[in-house]
């Protein structure tokens, strides 16, 4: 594998189940990220961590919940959702958490929450 | 607070024409510019980085432009092909830890 990996690729859940969300990276980046894409709204950040710290919550609900293990693993865990949470969440990857630095997107989960 | 805007939302032409997509921010304070293709159930992929202090950058068949002052890039696509066909992604960086700013995008068809 190379690049940026996520999984599952589909995910579909009700409001009273509990999942996560997986991304690893391959590129020996120490900054990930993870975006949400809805239908109707331009792609918005939720999280970002540098070296596995998490420096930026974009005022994202409790529900979910951001964990990175490591520089290269980044994992997103999802509790009791909303059917307005149903979007593609897309993971991303940068060499450094600094201003401008190219980030390197994975192919998305797309979860449908019932 | 940092908006980015796409126009036009949608665009369908023939093969061989030359295109011009169009992005506007409205805090000029930017490190950069960054133009993505996105196809369906793919992910991102980078096409343009455009430095705070460049003016233009050129991949292929790709020129981006940046006018920091007014607050507007654009990104030309010469002679499009149907593979050109994708949805194509504004963001600026702006302030704290690289936070991308995004655009709604521009949904790009190109027909035989």
């Known amino acids: 594998e190379t690049g940026v990996t996520q999984t599952p690729r589909h995910l579909v859940m009700g409001m009273t189940n509990k999942k996560s969300l997986k991304c690893e990276q391959h590129l020996g980046h120490n900054a990930m990220y993870w975006y949400k894409q809805s239908a109707k709204k331009p792609l918005e950040l939720m999280f970002v961590y540098s070296l596995e710290e998490r420096v930026e919550n974009n005022s994202v609900p409790s529900r979910f919940s951001p964990e990175c293990p490591n520089s290269s693993h980044l994992f997103l865990h999802l509790h009791t959702l909303q059917p307005e949470d149903s979007a593609l969440y897309l993971c991303a990857s940068s060499q450094v958490a600094g201003a401008g630095e190219t980030q390197y997107f994975g192919p998305g989960t797309r979860l449908l929450v019932l | 607070k940092q908006e980015v805007t796409q126009i036009p939302a949608a665009l369908s032409v023939p093969e061989g024409e030359n295109l011009v997509l169009n992005c506007s921010f409205t805090d000029s304070a930017i490190y950069n510019l960054q133009w993505f293709r996105q196809d369906p159930g793919k992910g991102l992929t980078s096409l343009l980085l455009i430095q705070s202090s460049q003016r233009e950058q050129t991949s292929g068949r790709l020129n981006a432009s940046l006018d920091k002052s007014s607050g507007r890039s654009t990104l030309y696509i010469a002679a499009s092909q149907p593979g050109d066909s994708a949805t194509y992604l504004c963001?600026?960086?702006?302030?704290?830890?690289?936070?991308?700013?995004f655009g709604a995008g521009t949904r790009l068809a190109v027909h035989p």
């Open positions: 963001a600026v960086f702006s302030g704290g830890y690289n936070k991308l700013i």
